[in-house]
């Protein structure tokens, strides 16, 4: 056995054998070993080699998810800021001299509305970048050539990222307004 049949650092092409779809996971230059050849079977045990190629295909999407789970984090706030900010104004009696600043609820009501739409776009993208994930380690671990539907997926949620941001920006326009500086 020489080192290279030992330790090797290269992968065959997965159409090398059968399936056009499924590869085998019994390579004989993988295996090391010259009894092996010849049998075709699937084994369903990734090796090192390709547990490496699946955590480095899926860091992209795992710092993606992670990206929109602190977005989600920041809308949230933002909306908590604005409910208590208009259950104050709601609490101001009729006939206080800041009665007035009842005028800015309608406003905070549009806030709340594009920050929900916000959240509810992120947490679209979070559930198409969770699903990317589960694609990328399930092509891997079963051997899989393609990963069905990753790009699109990625797309998707890009795009609904994207939405999510635009509307945090509506919310950003919107957050500086007069009302909010009187006390």
């Given at each position: 056995?020489?080192i290279?049949?030992?330790?090797?650092?290269?992968?065959k092409?997965?159409?090398?054998?059968?399936?056009?779809?499924?590869?085998?996971?019994r390579?004989?230059?993988?295996?090391?070993?010259?009894?092996?050849?010849g049998?075709?079977?699937?084994?369903?045990v990734?090796?090192?080699?390709e547990m490496?190629?699946?955590?480095?295909?899926?860091?992209?999407?795992?710092?993606?998810?992670?990206?929109?789970a602190a977005?989600?984090?920041?809308?949230?706030?933002?909306?908590g800021?604005?409910?208590?900010r208009?259950?104050?104004?709601n609490?101001?009696?009729?006939?206080?001299?800041?009665?007035?600043?009842k005028?800015?609820v309608?406003?905070l009501?549009?806030?709340?509305?594009?920050l929900?739409?916000?959240?509810l776009?992120?947490?679209g993208?979070?559930?198409?970048?969770?699903?990317l994930?589960?694609?990328?380690?399930?092509?891997?671990?079963?051997?899989?050539?393609?990963?069905y539907?990753?790009?699109?997926?990625?797309?998707?949620a890009?795009?609904l990222l994207?939405?999510?941001?635009?509307r945090?920006a509506?919310d950003?326009?919107?957050?500086?307004?007069e009302?909010?500086y009187?006390?």
């Amino acid at each position: 056995m020489t080192i290279a049949a030992a330790a090797p650092f290269h992968r065959k092409p997965a159409m090398s054998r059968g399936s056009p779809i499924l590869r085998s996971r019994r390579d004989p230059v993988e295996a090391g070993s010259a009894e092996v050849q010849g049998d075709d079977t699937m084994s369903f045990v990734p090796t090192v080699v390709e547990m490496t190629d699946m955590f480095s295909r899926a860091a992209a999407p795992a710092f993606f998810l992670g990206a929109v789970a602190a977005f989600i984090s920041l809308l949230t706030a933002r909306l908590g800021a604005v409910v208590a900010r208009a259950r104050l104004l709601n609490a101001i009696p009729d006939g206080s001299e800041k009665a007035q600043m009842k005028n800015d609820v309608p406003r905070l009501k549009t806030r709340a509305r594009l920050l929900r739409n916000g959240i509810l776009l992120s947490l679209g993208s979070g559930l198409c970048a969770g699903l990317l994930l589960g694609i990328v380690f399930a092509t891997g671990f079963f051997g899989l050539r393609y990963s069905y539907g990753a790009g699109i997926l990625f797309i998707v949620a890009t795009l609904l990222l994207c939405g999510a941001i635009v509307r945090f920006a509506q919310d950003v326009i919107m957050d500086l307004h007069e009302f909010d500086y009187l006390e």
